[in-house]
C-alpha cells in the first residue's frame, strides 16, 4: 500500500502509518476532517484513504469565508473572510477514531491552518489550546465534561409542504423505568458507539421533556473534553439517523418541554491537587472571575437565539448570576463531591450543545484565570431559589443580542478572542439575531432542531 507515489509505507511516521494500518484493517475508506464553526455547527470535509497520508500534513484547502457563516447558512461581509483567501483543515491524528454508525467512516478533530502551517486566528480550537497554555503558564490545568440533554423522537414533514416537526418518541416522566425501557435499544447501541471512541458512559437517564434524555461521559482535561463533545454531537445524531430516528441536542426544539442544556462541569488543578477543595485564593479567584464575566460568557455558553428560550428562571437553567453549594437555579453550581475520595467541581449551567464547545470552554477558561490573577471576590454563595428574592440577584442576559452587548463590553474576554474572531463571531451571531427576529416561534424551532 502507498500513501501516493514514492512513499511506500514503511517510510511513514509511525504514528501515521498505525493510522493508515488500522484505517485499512477496519475498512475505513472516508476521513472526516471535523471543526466547528461560529455558528456551533459541526462542518468539515473527508479525506479518501488513499491519499490520507498526505492529508494528514497538508491538510485540506478550505475558503476562509466559511467561518463567516451562520447557522442557516448564510454568509456574512467579515474582513478577511470573503472568497479570497485560504485555509487548511489539518487533522489532529491523536483524535482519529473509526465512526461506529458510519460504516466505513471514521473522523479526527481539525485544527484550521494558514497555507504556511501557522495557526489562523479563526480557529476555535486553537483559541482553546491558547487558554489551556495560558492556564499552565500560571502553573494550573483544567478538567471539564459537558453534561448534555437531547430530544430523541421522529422528525416528520408537514403535509402542507412547511416546516419539519419533531414528535418525542414518548411522553414518559422524569427517570421513569418507562422511559428507560421506550428508549433502550437506542441508548445500548447509543452506549457501544460512544465507548468505541473512546468516550466514557457515567451516566445515563429519561430527563424531564418528552422524549428527552440525558447521558454524560468521563471528564477529561480541557481540549479533549471538547474534542468528546464534538464526537458526542455526532454520535447521537448519527447512531439515530440509522434507526430512522432523529436526535437534537438544541436548547429548546420543543415549545411546551424542558429544554436541553450541556452543563459544563470543572475542576481546577495544581500540584495533582483539586483547588476547589481548598478554601484558598486561587479558588475564590476562579469562582470570582467566572462570576464577574457571565453576562458575556452567555454570548459564548449559550450560542444561538434558541438558548435564550431555556435561559429561563425556575427552569433549573441558571438564569441568574450568583452561585452556590448545589444550589441548581444557580448560574454556577459548586456540586459537593461524590463519596469520600470524590472531588468537588463547578457546573456552569448556562451553557448547551448550540455553543462552539471550544470558543465557549476557552472563555470560561480566560474568564477564571483573570479572576486569579486579580483575586476577584466571588461573593457570598446564594442558598436559596434566586427568582425568590425579587430585585435581590441580577439576571443574565435574555436574549442573544443582550448577550453579544455582554460581550462587546467585556474587554477580557473580547482581548482574548482577539480582532478577527471578534469581527466574525459578532457578525455571525448577530445576523442570527436578526434572521430569527422577523420570523415566527416555528421557523426558529424548526431550524435549530434541524442543525443541532
Not at 490573577?373 to 442558598?383: A, F, N, T
Request: charged share 25%.
Amino acid at each position: 500500500m502507498r500513501d501516493r507515489p514514492g512513499a511506500p509505507t514503511h517510510q511513514l511516521d509511525p504514528h501515521v502509518r498505525r493510522i493508515l494500518e488500522r484505517a485499512e484493517l477496519e475498512g475505513v475508506e472516508l476521513i472526516r476532517f471535523l471543526y466547528a464553526d461560529h455558528g456551533g455547527v459541526i462542518r468539515g470535509k473527508a479525506a479518501s484513504r488513499s491519499r490520507l497520508a498526505e492529508r494528514l500534513g497538508t491538510g485540506i484547502g478550505h475558503t476562509v469565508a466559511m467561518m463567516a457563516m451562520n447557522m442557516l447558512d448564510q454568509l456574512q461581509e467579515v474582513e478577511q473572510m470573503g472568497p479570497v483567501g485560504e485555509v487548511r483543515i489539518v487533522p489532529d491524528p491523536t483524535t482519529y477514531v473509526p465512526l461506529p454508525y458510519a460504516p466505513g467512516a471514521a473522523a479526527m478533530l481539525s485544527d484550521l491552518r494558514l497555507p504556511d502551517g501557522s495557526p489562523w486566528d479563526a480557529c476555535p480550537r486553537t483559541f482553546l489550546k491558547d487558554a489551556v497554555a495560558a492556564l499552565a503558564d500560571e502553573g494550573y490545568s483544567l478538567v471539564a465534561a459537558f453534561e448534555p440533554e437531547f430530544t430523541l423522537g421522529r422528525r416528520l414533514p408537514d403535509p402542507a409542504g412547511g416546516l419539519d416537526r419533531l414528535v418525542p418518541l414518548d411522553d414518559s416522566l422524569c427517570y421513569s423505568a418507562t422511559g428507560f425501557d421506550t428508549a433502550h435499544d437506542y441508548t445500548m447501541k447509543l452506549v457501544r458507539a460512544l465507548e468505541d471512541q473512546g468516550l466514557r458512559v457515567e451516566h445515563y437517564h429519561p430527563e424531564l421533556g418528552h422524549g428527552q434524555q440525558e447521558l454524560s461521559v468521563r471528564h477529561a482535561p480541557a481540549l479533549r473534553a471538547a474534542d468528546n463533545h464534538v464526537l458526542y454531537r455526532e454520535t447521537v445524531r448519527g447512531v439515530a439517523l440509522r434507526m430512522q430516528m432523529w436526535a437534537s441536542l438544541a436548547p429548546k426544539p420543543l415549545a411546551d418541554q424542558a429544554g436541553n442544556g450541556a452543563h459544563l462541569h470543572l475542576s481546577l488543578w495544581r500540584d495533582q491537587r483539586n483547588v476547589l477543595a481548598e478554601d484558598g485564593a486561587a479558588r475564590a479567584g476562579f469562582i470570582g472571575g467566572l462570576m464577574a464575566h457571565l453576562p458575556a460568557l452567555t454570548a459564548l455558553t449559550c450560542g444561538s437565539v434558541n438558548s435564550f428560550r431555556r435561559l429561563a428562571p425556575r427552569s433549573w437553567a441558571g438564569a441568574y448570576a450568583v452561585y452556590g453549594p448545589d444550589n441548581r437555579e444557580a448560574a454556577l453550581r459548586v456540586c459537593s463531591p461524590l463519596g469520600e475520595s470524590g472531588e468537588p467541581n463547578l457546573e456552569l449551567k448556562p451553557s448547551d450543545s448550540s455553543a462552539n464547545p471550544y470558543l465557549s470552554l476557552g472563555a470560561v477558561i480566560h474568564a477564571g484565570l483573570d479572576g486569579i490573577r486579580r483575586g476577584l471576590d466571588p461573593g457570598e454563595p446564594v442558598d436559596v431559589d434566586p427568582d425568590t428574592r425579587p430585585g435581590r440577584y441580577p439576571r443574565l442576559p435574555s436574549s442573544l443580542d443582550e448577550a453579544l452587548d455582554a460581550l462587546e463590553a467585556d474587554e477580557v474576554l473580547m482581548e482574548a478572542l482577539g480582532p478577527l474572531r471578534c469581527r466574525a463571531y459578532l457578525a455571525v451571531k448577530r445576523s442570527e439575531a436578526t434572521a430569527f427576529a422577523t420570523r415566527d416561534v416555528g421557523f426558529e424551532l424548526a431550524h435549530h432542531l434541524r442543525v443541532f
